[in-house]
């Protein structure tokens, strides 16, 4: 009867890979045909799922695949959510989801209104019950949806996707920042803890030969010494027909002693999901490929 009247799920799992770290993605496909990713990462007692807010992005960061082919249209808040509920259907019932983070396709600032409802609903008690600290919103930056996000009275973590520390560079790998200079982002982050407490994550992708020089780690130094922040390094996940690639071990080590150094807070993210082109909008862009 439920089945007949209702539809719980409105999205088939359509593809999925395994990775030997047990990392898990899976593609959705929505009522309209349209796809997004989701990612489950387990660590410990730890269960992440990483979930997508758009189909596409809008951004077209210049190393990453989610832009590939531009934005499609915005994910609704129901499908936001349903992401995170397919993924608790794909562990084991003692093993519940604990983290969620909006770190999948698309801008979640730049569909603000699904993915604050979202975000509302992962929190309730009635929803999936996950507390808002262990829920992150990942941008590029958007100075006034990360003010209007602080007002929204919700202790979960703001991760600003930096990925350069000079306005020239950024511009180079992030469209987006010809219209928005560092300095009005690191002014928006401060804003943000100011109003929530609440210290911004600075994600940090490491290009080799393109920002992984001890230079840029001098410049992200310098930046993160004017707010409270911790951040995140993470290596490169390689995406086929790009240019880009993985920084070295040693570069990697290098750049994060150097930030220590200087007194930030900064940890270098262990790689997950190598063996299955893990990185947003790979599984994605593959499936599509394949169709054609």
Known sequence: ???????????????????????????????????????????????????????????????????????????????????????????????????????????????????????????????????????????????????????EGLQITLALSLHAATDDLRVQLVPWAKTTPIRELIDACRDYFDATGREVTVEYVLLGGVNDSADCALSLASLCRQLRCNVNLIRYNPVPGLAYTRPNSEASQVFLTILREEGVNAHLRRSRGLDVEGACGQLRRREAARSD
């Open 1 to 151: 009867m439920l089945a007949q009247r209702f539809c719980v799920y409105s999205s088939s799992i359509v593809a999925e890979r395994s990775s030997s770290d047990a990392t898990r993605k899976f593609l959705l496909r929505w009522a309209d045909e349209e796809t997004s990713e989701c990612v489950i990462i387990p660590d410990g007692e730890r269960r992440t799922v990483c979930v997508s807010t758009q189909v596409g992005c809008p951004v077209g960061c210049a190393f990453c695949a989610s832009g590939i082919g531009g934005l499609s249209r915005n994910l609704t808040a129901g499908e936001i959510v349903e992401q995170a509920m397919q993924a608790q259907q794909l562990c084991r019932p003692d093993a519940a989801i604990t983290n969620v983070v909006l770190m999948g396709l698309g801008e979640p600032l730049a569909n603000y209104d699904n993915t604050i409802e979202a975000v509302r609903i992962i929190n309730a008690d009635w929803g999936m019950n996950i507390g808002a600290r262990r829920i992150t919103v990942s941008t590029v930056g958007i100075p006034h949806r990360i003010r209007q996000l602080a007002a």
